[in-house]
């Protein structure tokens, strides 16, 4: 079924609407969450309470790609469960991921920067990413968006583990050159 007709269904309050984002995402949506917390259960959870946040949330708001909609509600989901789970336990692989872009990109949540300060961070991160040719852009978002691992970006892209994490070096020094152009304080 069409995304926009999907849509529909959650604005039309029908719970078809769920059973058809599951049919069309769940691989998806479970795929984000277990990169991140690396358990089955906690994924499955974690994709669970997306289709009700996504219910709750649709209406009012109507996402113009359902898939990205979907996948930025279990990504933070996860990494909140992932957060509650690392007070008890460290998951090094995302702690990794993490510490590699905390290089270049500023923390806003600890130092009460206002929302203008987010948004702007968010568009430049957007045109930087958009700025990358394929291969570059698409590594980049695999390791810092679904928390792929390097062996398993390296696979997937017929590529050296070793180019992949020079890709991602060389990558993540022009995000922070780019930032500082834009004025974006590391």
């Not at 499955?44 to 509600?73: F, H, M, Q």
């Not at 698409?138 to 070793?162: C, G, H, M, P, Q």
Request: charged share 30%; proline share 2%.
């Amino acid at each position: 079924m069409e995304d926009s007709k999907i849509v529909e269904l959650y604005f039309a309050r029908d719970e078809k609407a769920i059973s058809e984002t599951k049919e069309k995402y769940g691989k998806y949506c479970h795929y984000i969450a277990y990169n991140i917390l690396n358990s089955s259960l906690d994924s499955e959870e974690c994709v669970n309470d997306t289709y009700l946040a996504t219910w709750n949330s649709i209406p009012p708001k109507e996402p113009k790609s359902l898939r990205a909609y979907v996948g930025r509600i279990v990504r933070n989901i996860a990494l909140n469960r992932y957060h509650l789970n690392r007070a008890k336990k460290r998951n090094d692989c995302v702690d990794v991921v993490l510490d590699e872009l905390n290089e270049a990109i500023p923390d806003t949540s600890t130092d009460g920067r206002a929302l203008a300060d987010e948004l702007t961070l968010k568009y430049a991160l957007n045109t930087f990413v958009g700025s990358l040719m394929q291969e570059t852009r698409e590594i980049f978002v695999r390791r810092y968006w679904y928390l792929s691992s390097i062996k398993e970006i390296a696979s997937d892209y017929r590529l050296s583990e070793s180019k992949v994490k020079v890709t991602l070096l060389r990558t993540r020094e022009m995000l922070r050159e780019f930032l500082r152009k834009e004025g974006i304080v590391i």
